[in-house]
Every structure is written in C-alpha cells, then in structure tokens.
C-alpha cells in the first residue's frame, strides 16, 4: 500500500495553521496564483490586501494579536513592495512569515529573462535583499527536504520572534511529500540554558533583590514579543515592587495593578516617575530597546551600576554579561527560588486618568491634547486593542491609563508613518478570529492616514469594526516640532475625511462617520452608548490645533531636533 503524500504547498499551509493562522494576508501575481488555490483545504482563509506593503504592515498587527502571522506575495514587485513593512516588524521583533511566489525551478537554472526580474539572469537577488531583514530564509527547490527546511525555519520565525522568508518556485506547489512529515508537530520550546550559568545569574540577581532598599522593574517591548507576560506580572505580585513600562512597553503590564508607576521614558517622563527610577537602588529591566523615541531621546538614567537586563538571547547582571542565557528561564528559575520575606519596596507613585487643572478650567473649546488624552483613557474599556500612529497619537496615549488586558500597538522604534492603519486591519481580524468582544481602536492623523487608507476598504470588505480617530491637525505634526513648524513641506492636502467609509464602499446602514470639533461634541461621543458598543466600522474626523502636540512629543521634538543639528 503506498504512503500517503501531501504537496508542499499544502504542508506549509498545514503548518501554519498548526501555529494558530488562519487569515493570510497579501496580493495575488502570477507567480503565487497556483499557491492560492490551496489556502482554504489547510483550513485557512484568504485576506487580500490593496497593496503588498498594507499587507506587510497587517501582518505585523495580527501578530501582535496572534502571536504569529503569514502573507503571500509575488516574486520581485510585489515582495520589494512589501520590504517596508517586513523590516519594521524585524525592527520590533514581531514574527511574520512571507511566502514568495516564485518563477518555476528551471526558469530559474536556466536564467531566462522574465517578467519581474532585473533583466540579467539572477533569481536569487530578491532573496538576499530580504535576508537583512529577515531571521532565516529558504527557497523551496527540493521536495525532498522541503519539510525540514519549513519546519527550519517556521520555528526560528516563532522562537526569534522575527519574520522569515520561503521562496516557493510554481512546480514546487505541487510536488509531493509524505503525509507523515505532519506527524510530529513543531518543536516551539526554547532551548535550555546551562545550567550552571543559569544558577549564578539567578543567585546574583536574587542577592541584589535581597541587598537592595528601592527595586523597581522596568518593563519593555521584548517583554510583550518574547512572552514573558505572566512571568512579568507573576513576580510584580510576590514582590509587590513598584513596575513602569518604557513606550513601546505600554500594554505589557495590567495598569490596574497597584504596583503600576507609569510610564519611564527618560527625561520626557512625569517627574513622580522620573524620580522613582533616578533614586532606584535597583532596577530590573526587562526586554529593552533603547531607541531614542523610547528613551526620550537617550536621556534614560538606567545605569549599568544598578540594573539587571533581561533579553530573549542573554543576561547582563550589572558590567557582566552571559550570552545564551535567556530570560523566559532564568524568570521561572527566578520567580519559583525567591525569598519573598527579603524583598523590600517602596511606595508606587499614583497614576489615573484625570485632565490636569488647567485643562479642566479652561473656558477654551479647543480639544487640546493635554485635554484629549487623558480624556480618552477614562472611555477606554477592558480588553481593548488600541492602534496609535507614529507621531501624536504614539506621544499622547502614554497619558492614558489603561484598563486590564488591553493590547496596546505601535511601532516607536521603526516609526514608519502610515503604518497603523494596516496594523488595525490585522489587528481586528485577529480579534475577529479570536474574541468579537474585543473593541479594536485606531488613533492616526490626517497626515498619516494618506499613506495608507486604502486599507479600510479591505476592513470593510471583511465586515470588521474598528472604531477610527483621525485626528485633523493639518499636517505632519511630528515633523513640524522637529523642523519646519511653518514650512510647506509639512502640510497636506485637506481632505473629506467624513466621506471615505462611503468611498470605500461601506453600507450606509453599517457604518458613521462623525465630525467633532469641540469638547462639548466629545463629551457627546463618550457618553454614547451604541457609539461605544462598537457595532460596526466608525470614523471620528477629531479637530485639534495645528501646533498643538502631546506634553511628551514636544520635549522629544526639541531633543530630536538638537541631535540632527550637532556636528562631528
């Protein structure tokens, strides 16, 4: 009786579906239209996007929901258009395997000219562009290992927290291999570290947990990307020490917690909160990325004298560090060993969502931010997913205190403008997936939003409710506070915001857009109960003034502007 087999592209596709995708995302082109036909006999579902790079940004917003994501793409045109995006998610650890659809294998050995090529014969030039961006790669030419190469390199993507890349040639989509590849799943666990090596580290941190007055823990991006959440949140309960989060760590830690201090962004920070970590004897950071937008501009005071690092790949403990050690171990190591009796704390300062006095006296109309931010964390609910764009929207929410369980989205370290419109198309379909009473919420500006809107028509095509903040300020406010406040270049062309959900194609009937210009109309829209149900796609057109910018933004503008103006 002869073994039963499966074709390769349908082994993939039965892989991804085993690590929790179901929505693939990308555009079709000749080289993948064969690959797409398969999609739905792996139980997965075609998305669709309107371009490779919206794709590209999806994805990064669905894995941040799902923990993992996948889009299709065509060979040359339409994978560079997706690169962008590619790269911010390996910027910001975020897994996504891209699949390329590929010229069959002797067009390649033969080098002929084809479409989409540079003309000279090299099928491998795309490939390798993608390999800096990329934690592993391979191109599909030999059914015979295809397998293990998938295998290979679906694990490193999961594990590293990174995207990948597979090139699948046409006549490989159909190639067979045994059915039995499929038995055993795809080993996810990490590594183990030495166990030695791992025994001192845990010592030493736990002898300065024990010797120190003032402990604070400090939470980052590769804490959410790595998975050491319940760990995080596990050892803020036994130790009761005072916990901040770094921007792109906003969303890592439940703010309900009392031991929540706020958020730590260097000299950009609230003074309460700056305080605490300047004094802090000690300070266990956990998954950081010190760009300068999450360090307010490298003005973070975290000294290697007092702190203790965790990352994904090694440990530093003080001026000493041993690669190899990860995290996620030493936590549990750490966490399960503790003498709980020994630790001290200190008070944690207190974070809530009131307006400051000024704001809430003033005889002004205008929706400030000042006003504006603060504001909103009072309507957000628990379980929120909110989306905010590089820019503001990324300044102002850090003065928002979150509900429990909300997932927050951004991209501070890459910072490509535009971004977050794609990420909430992926975002809502991972929740559509997964849980429909999550609200999935987008703050962007008007000046980002141009670059791309197109995206909510696939939301809409989808039926996804996103409830969409564009916030009109006339143009790129981000760059005005770093150069050129008044220059043409930061302006854009106005558009009628109010009329896009009708543009792109939305039933009247399940869909409202809004303007709102003052406080009195906001206060209206929050205190709407069917607004607030989310019950299908909404757009707030929200008037700000056009020089107007969250308390953090403009002091990061003034340290970003400084360091662009400084010579050798």
């Known amino acids: 009786m002869s073994e039963s087999t499966i074709t390769v592209a349908a082994y993939l596709y039965k892989r991804l579906h085993e690590?929790?995708?179901?929505?693939?995302?990308?555009?079709?082109?000749?080289?993948?239209?064969?690959?797409?036909?398969?999609?739905?006999?792996?139980?997965?579902?075609?998305?669709?996007?309107?371009?490779?790079?919206?794709?590209?940004?999806?994805?990064?917003?669905?894995?941040?929901?799902?923990?993992?994501?996948?889009?299709?793409?065509?060979?040359?045109?339409?994978?560079?258009?997706?690169?962008?995006?590619?790269?911010?998610?390996?910027?910001?650890?975020?897994?996504?395997?891209?699949?390329?659809?590929?010229p069959n294998s002797s067009s390649q050995k033969n080098g002929l000219l084809l479409h989409h090529t540079?003309?000279?014969?090299?099928?491998?030039?795309?490939?390798?562009?993608?390999?800096?961006?990329?934690?592993?790669?391979?191109?599909?030419?030999?059914?015979?290992?295809?397998?293990?190469?998938?295998?290979?390199?679906?694990?490193n993507c999961w594990v590293r927290?990174?995207?990948?890349?597979?090139?699948?040639?046409?006549d490989m989509v159909f190639k067979t291999i045994p059915?039995?590849?499929?038995?055993?799943?795809?080993?996810?666990?990490?590594?183990?570290?030495?166990?030695?090596?791992?025994?001192?580290?845990?010592?030493e941190i736990a002898q300065l947990m024990y010797n120190s007055k003032n402990t604070v823990i400090l939470a980052d991006a590769c804490a959410v990307r790595h998975r050491v959440l319940e760990e995080l949140h596990e050892l803020m309960d036994k130790t009761k020490l005072p916990t901040f989060v770094s921007p792109m760590g906003k969303g890592s830690v439940n703010e309900t917690c009392p031991e929540f201090g706020g958020v730590y962004c260097g000299d950009v920070s609230r003074p309460d909160v700056r305080k605490r970590i300047d004094e802090a004897e000690l300070i266990l950071y956990v998954g950081g990325l010190?760009?300068?937008?999450?360090?307010?501009?490298?003005?973070?005071?975290?000294?290697?004298?007092?702190t203790v690092e965790f990352h994904s790949d090694h440990m530093k403990i003080r001026y000493s560090q041993y690669p190899g050690i990860q995290m996620n171990h030493v936590f549990r190591k750490l966490i399960d060993t503790l003498d709980y009796s020994k630790i001290r704390t200190i008070e944690t300062p207190e974070i809530s969502n009131q307006i400051p006095r000024h704001e809430r006296h003033?005889?002004?109309?205008?929706?400030?931010?000042?006003?504006?931010?603060?504001?909103?964390?009072?309507?957000?609910?628990e379980g929120d997913v909110i989306v905010t764009e590089t820019g503001t929207s990324n300044f102002g929410i850090l003065e928002a205190r979150f509900p429990a369980n909300v997932t927050h989205i951004s991209q501070v370290l890459y910072g490509?403008?535009?971004?977050?419109?794609?990420?909430?198309?992926?975002?809502?379909?991972?929740?559509?997936?997964?849980?429909?009473?999550?609200?999935?919420?987008?703050?962007?500006?008007?000046?980002?939003?141009?670059?791309?809107?197109?995206?909510?028509?696939?939301?809409?095509?989808?039926?996804?409710?996103?409830?969409?903040?564009?916030?009109?300020?006339?143009?790129?406010?981000?760059?005005?506070?770093?150069?050129?406040?008044?220059?043409?270049?930061?302006d854009i062309t106005p558009w009628k915001h109010t009329k896009l959900l009708d543009v792109f194609g939305a039933d009247p009937k399940q869909s409202k857009s809004i303007q709102v210009q003052t406080r009195t109309e906001l206060e209206k829209l929050f205190h709407d109960e069917e607004f607030a149900s989310a019950p299908y796609i909404q757009l707030v057109e929200l008037f700000m003034p056009k020089e107007d910018a969250p308390r953090a933004l403009v002091k990061v503008g003034e340290i970003t502007a400084k360091r662009n103006a400084e010579s050798q």
């Not at 927290?161 to 046409?170: E, Q």
């Not at 010190?290 to 007092?306: A, I, L, M, P, Q």
């Not at 559509?432 to 909510?456: A, C, M, N």
């Open 290 to 306: 010190k760009s300068d937008f999450n360090s307010g501009g490298f003005t973070y005071h975290v000294e290697k004298r007092n």
């Open 416 to 490: 490509s403008i535009g971004y977050s419109v794609g990420a909430l198309q992926g975002a809502a379909l991972a929740c559509k997936e997964t849980d429909l009473s999550r609200r999935v919420i987008l703050f962007v500006g008007d000046g980002s939003l141009q670059l791309t809107v197109q995206e909510i028509a696939t939301m809409i095509r989808h039926g996804l409710k996103p409830i969409i903040f564009v916030i009109n300020n006339s143009g790129y406010t981000i760059e005005r506070l770093i150069h050129g406040m008044t220059a043409s270049y930061n």
């Open 161 to 170: 927290a990174r995207p990948v890349y597979i090139g699948l040639p046409t």
């Open 362 to 381: 003033s005889i002004s109309s205008e929706i400030t931010h000042a006003y504006f931010w603060p504001r909103v964390g009072q309507w957000f609910k």
């Open 118 to 155: 540079l003309g000279n014969g090299d099928f491998k030039v795309y490939e390798k562009m993608s390999r800096f961006i990329s934690e592993d790669s391979c191109v599909l030419l030999d059914p015979h290992n295809a397998a293990a190469e998938i295998d290979r390199v679906l694990r």
């Open 179 to 203: 059915m039995s590849c499929l038995d055993k799943k795809i080993d996810l666990s990490l590594p183990e570290n030495d166990k030695e090596t791992e025994a001192v580290v845990v010592e």
């Open 19 to 102: 690590l929790g995708v179901r929505g693939v995302h990308g555009v079709p082109g000749d080289f993948n239209l064969a690959a797409l036909d398969l999609i739905p006999d792996a139980g997965l579902y075609w998305v669709g996007n309107c371009n490779e790079l919206n794709a590209a940004y999806a994805c990064d917003g669905y894995a941040r929901v799902k923990g993992i994501s996948a889009m299709i793409t065509t060979f040359g045109v339409g994978e560079l258009s997706a690169l962008n995006g590619i790269a911010g998610a390996y910027s910001e650890h975020v897994p996504i395997v891209h699949i390329v659809g590929m």
